[in-house]
């Protein structure tokens, strides 16, 4: 085990192999802290994030509870405890529900649902015994507003959302923070090849959307307003805040997908008022 200053913590980030994951780790060792980077291949992460002595790559595949568990002791036996840990590590199944198989549409729940279920539940017995921690969900505005072609992906989101939101107050008696990120478009590898998988068009009704579809979306690929590093850098001070937020929207798009959800929450709830507010029992 390393030795390790009072201001330093230990980080444990998933996905850190490439894109904002890479971005995190860096951002953290150059803050002074350790880092814990976690990918399919720890020598493509190390190769991405630098050499460091404060760097520990190790194998994880998010989807795989066992390798979680191992990656977590091996984060344990380096450093001896894990502050904050990142989960990171997503992909891209998009397209239109009818045609979107069902093994892709799982896969992309296994990765970006229970990925993070799998490394927070290896993790949190450490926290849990030190009585402090930080647990960063990298989340997405889909997790707050679904559309077309995101049926998987937005499901996922949504359903991290809801997990993350209600693990919060259980685990905040142990000095426990959990914080989601919603990040708007950033200049990610998220829509690139290695990320992304578009469904087959198959079915004639949606050919055209289909074709014009992918095409806005590999489009943007390499054009996002977004900067990781700058993410990366918020997510340090946020995380070294004593009050970190439950949500984070990260970017100016982000603030304006939070502004329309909320104004629509507001639209729905009066829209039907009368009728939603009585459906209750006629008590004698």
């Known amino acids: 085990m390393s030795e390790q200053n009072a201001e330093q913590k230990v980080w444990f980030i ?13 951002a953290a060792l150059a803050a002074g ?3 814990v980077a976690t990918g399919r291949n720890p020598d493509k992460v190390t190769q991405a994030v630098g050499e460091n002595e404060r760097l520990l790559a190790v194998r994880l595949d998010v989807t795989d509870p066992a390798e979680a568990e191992t990656a977590v002791a091996g984060a344990l036996d380096r450093f001896g405890r894990i502050d904050v840990l990142v989960n990171n590590a997503g992909n891209f199944n998009a397209g239109f529900f009818e045609e979107m198989t069902p093994q892709d549409f799982r896969a992309q729940i296994e990765t970006t649902f229970f990925g993070p279920l799998n490394v927070t539940r290896a993790a949190l017995p450490t ?7 930080t647990v960063i969900v990298i989340s997405s505005t889909a997790g707050l507003a679904g559309g077309e072609f995101q049926t998987a992906y937005a499901a996922s989101k949504f359903g991290v959302e809801g997990w993350a939101e209600s693990l919060a107050p259980e685990v905040a008696p142990f000095g ?4 989601l990120v919603e990040p708007g478009f950033f200049r990610t590898e998220l829509l690139t090849p290695a990320s992304t998988r578009y469904a087959e068009s198959t079915i004639p009704d949606y050919a055209e959307r289909n074709r014009q ?3 806005a979306w590999r489009s943007m690929d390499g054009r996002q307003s977004g900067d990781p590093a700058k993410l990366a850098d918020a997510l340090i001070r946020l995380a070294e805040s004593d009050d970190p937020p439950l949500r984070f929207p990260a970017g100016a798009d982000a603030v304006e997908a939070f502004e329309a959800r909320a104004g629509l929450l507001q639209e729905w709830a009066a829209a039907n008022r009368d009728l939603s507010s009585h459906l209750g029992y006629d008590e004698a």
């Open 14 to 26: 998933t996905g850190a192999g490439r894109g904002l994951g890479t971005s995190i780790a860096q």
């Open 33 to 35: 802290h350790a880092v």
């Open 127 to 133: 926290m849990r015994s030190q009585r402090s921690g």
């Open 176 to 179: 426990i923070r959990v914080m």
């Open 213 to 215: 579809t992918v095409e």
